[in-house]
T-cell receptor
Framework: GDSVTQMEGPVTLSEEAFLTINCTYT??????LFWYVQYPGEGLQLLLK?????DKGSNKGFEATYRKETTSFHLEKGSVQVSDSAVYFC?????????????FGTGTQLKVEL | DAGITQSPRHKVTETGTPVTLRCHQT?????MYWYRQDPGHGLRLIHY???????DKGEVSDGYSVSRSKTEDFLLTLESATSSQTSVYFC????????????FGPGTRLTVL
């Protein structure tokens, strides 16, 4: 079946450090890939997405590139801020007859310190 | 923000009691989903709906049932709550279209004693 593997957390960084959160996937079809972010006590918000190979999703300084050859969708940001502290989820969806269902990774907690 | 509300936002109940969680949307989206979030598991799909009266099971559907009698409401029912169903429950909605994203509600924290 479909699955998503992302790096274990928590990840602790100093403000302005470079961020990478690794995400790899296994899928039977041609998935769309997503990064969601969850701030404490809130629901998930879409951060960025990519729908086909070599697409780059970007938002709020975060980027991720859909790499079909390595089945990866790593999240990067050049300079993190304290306000980026949250849990980040990588997810995929594959078109099915009953609707696109999301398969999530287990989430990576990011803590950014001054 | 996508127009999704969940009720109640918090609930404490006892083992063996029935519980119904409600998801309400104002976006007129066709697809609605129920997930549970547990530490170490991320989010897992319980049930989903692709239209009024059209529902299907997700990967963790045992012990749960759903109903969708109108486009805007998707109900999740625990017929007889167990402690293993203590979790945070999220509803999500999605419009049509390949690659379209899901929008999530604020969640319901359920504790089964």
């Amino acid at each position: 079946g479909d699955s998503v593997t992302q790096m274990e957390g928590p990840v602790t960084l100093s403000e302005e450090a470079f961020l990478t959160i690794n995400c790899t996937y296994t899928a039977t079809g041609y998935p769309s890939l997503f990064w969601y972010v969850q701030y404490p006590g809130e629901g998930l918000q879409l951060l960025l997405k990519a729908t086909k190979a070599d697409d780059k999703g970007s938002n709020k300084g975060f980027e991720a590139t859909y790499r079909k050859e390595t089945t990866s969708f790593h999240l990067e940001k050049g300079s993190v801020q304290v306000s980026d502290s949250a849990v980040y989820f990588c997810a995929l969806s594959v078109t099915t007859g009953g609707g696109n269902k999301l398969t999530f990774g287990t989430g990576t907690q990011l803590k950014v310190e001054l | 923000d996508a127009g999704i509300t969940q009720s109640p936002r918090h609930k404490v109940t006892e083992t063996g009691t029935p519980v119904t969680l409600r998801c309400h949307q104002t976006e007129n989206h066709r697809y609605m989903y129920w997930y549970r979030q547990d530490p170490g598991h991320g989010l897992r799909l319980i049930h989903y709906s692709y239209g009024v009266k059209d529902t299907d099971k997700g990967e963790v559907s045992d012990g749960y049932s759903v109903s969708r009698s109108k486009t805007e409401d998707f109900l999740l029912t625990l017929e007889s709550a167990t402690s293993s169903q203590t979790s945070v429950y999220f509803c999500a909605i999605r419009d049509r279209g390949l690659g379209s994203e899901q929008f999530f509600g604020p969640g319901t924290r359920l504790t089964v004693l």
